[in-house]
Structures are given as C-alpha cells and as structure tokens.
C-alpha cells in the first residue's frame, strides 16, 4: 500500500473524529427552554462557534483525504 493511501485514510478518519466533536460542541452549546409559553434561548455563542469551526476542518480534511487516495 503506498504511502500516499495510508496518510488519506488517516486524514479521513481524522475528520470523522473532528466532526463528531463538533456535533456534540455545537448541541451542547445550544439549548432553549420554554417557560409559560415563552421561549428562552441560553445558548454558548462561543462553544456554538468552536463547533463549527470542528466541523469546518473535518470537511477539509475530508475532501483532503478522497483527494490523497485518489491521486
């Protein structure tokens, strides 16, 4: 197997790692609770945005890695 498969399958489990962590970040961080028919939003703006930033790179990374293998 060459080199160059071996380091594209890595960076795609890699993604899928750093995706499922920022699924859990950005649901963690997002939480509404409705009291008396109101709607209160208590959510970590910061968390939220980390998650996503998580899940930015695990599609790079993924994209990175179909790209590698088939090279």
């Given at each position: ?5 071996i380091?594209g ?63």
């Amino acid at each position: 197997m060459k080199t160059a498969k071996i380091i594209g399958i890595l960076l795609i489990v890699f993604s899928i790692y750093l995706g499922y962590i920022g699924i859990n970040k950005v649901s963690n961080n997002t939480n509404e609770v409705n009291f008396l028919g109101l709607e209160i939003d208590a959510s970590n703006e910061s968390g939220q945005t980390e998650g996503l930033v998580y899940l930015g790179l695990a599609g790079a990374l993924f994209i990175g890695g179909i790209y590698t293998i088939k090279k």
